[in-house]
């Protein structure tokens, strides 16, 4: 159904244009499983690859899913952080990229969704289980290239696309599935604190505004626990400068540069 025919600026359904309709961002819990696989069931999009459902089992049970839904629970968002992992000469296995992938917005319109989904879940990642090298994504249409774009995320080089992401990305989705060493999307520590800043930008004025209906929503936070315990260090994270995003050192891991950064923290 289409917007089109929309008032200019329709009244929320739980009340005035004074009081936006909530929506609460969160990470997944086992008892969201049913719930998830239904959403991209009924989401389906030609550039949201499938994944393995054990595997996206697995993730959500680990809280590795970040939801948007609203007050009755019904999600309209999710977007799910995968690990991809190499074993050692030892045989020990280490998180070498964490991949930001099936992101799915089905609440169209309102600019800061997409950008909330993925602060999110790259900052959780980025404290709980950071990545060795980086964060990487794939993503095959323009806006949201921008979108990430303006969040510290840059285009890999197809040269630079590791084969062993490329073969670990592609026993998680369905055989036969080719995905290829374009449109592979980087961020590393010099991109935190542009997330970081984002996420403390929100919380000043969490309400976004559809623009071609005027409609607006809030978003809140409250649900999440990773973010009632963390917020004091994503704060202080804003205000850190690793780098500009444009000149990454590749050098430089993530989990390196989270551990010394909590270090420095906890004194």
Same mark, same amino acid.
């Not at 992992?85 to 309102?110: C, F, M, P």
């Not at 804003?238 to 906890?266: C, E, Y």
């Given at each position: ?8 600026n329709p009244v929320p359904a ?47 049970? $680990? /809280? ?6 609203? =007050?009755? +629970? *019904?999600?309209?968002? %999710?977007?799910?952080? #995968? !690990? ?5 000469? $030892? /045989? ?6 964490? =991949?930001? +992938? *099936?992101?799915?917005? %089905?609440?169209?319109? #309102? !600019? ?39 969040l510290g995320w840059r285009r ?104 010394k950064w909590l270090k420095n923290?906890?004194?």
């Amino acid at each position: 159904m289409s917007n089109d025919n929309l008032p200019p600026n329709p009244v929320p359904a739980n009340g005035t244009p004074d009081t936006p309709k909530k929506f609460f961002v969160r990470f997944s819990k086992i008892e969201d499983e049913q719930k998830v696989f239904d959403f991209y069931d009924l989401n389906t999009h030609k550039n949201v690859l499938q994944r393995e459902k054990d595997l996206m089992k697995g993730l959500i049970d $680990d /809280g590795a899913v970040v939801i948007i839904e609203d =007050e009755k +629970g *019904t999600i309209v968002a %999710a977007s799910i952080t #995968y !690990p991809h992992k190499e074993k050692d000469s $030892d /045989g020990v296995e280490h998180v070498k990229w964490q =991949e930001v +992938g *099936t992101t799915r917005i %089905a609440l169209n319109g #309102y !600019p800061g969704l997409f950008d909330a989904m993925i602060t999110m879940q790259v900052l959780r990642a980025f404290l709980v289980e950071p990545p060795e090298e980086r964060f990487v994504a794939q993503m095959f249409t323009d806006p949201v290239q921008k979108m990430a774009g303006k969040l510290g995320w840059r285009r890999l080089d197809e040269q630079s696309v590791s084969p062993h992401l490329v073969e670990s990305k592609e026993k998680m989705v369905p055989p036969g599935t080719s995905v290829g060493t374009v449109n592979w999307f980087h961020m590393g520590r010099e991109g935190l604190p542009v997330m970081a800043a984002w996420m403390v930008k929100t919380l000043d004025n969490p309400v976004l505004e559809n623009k071609k209906t005027g409609e607006k929503i809030q978003l809140d936070f409250s649900k999440s626990s990773f973010f009632n315990m963390f917020q004091e260090e994503i704060k202080h994270l804003a205000k850190r400068d690793f780098g500009s995003p444009d000149a990454p050192d590749m050098q430089k891991g993530v989990q390196q540069s989270r551990d010394k950064w909590l270090k420095n923290f906890f004194r």
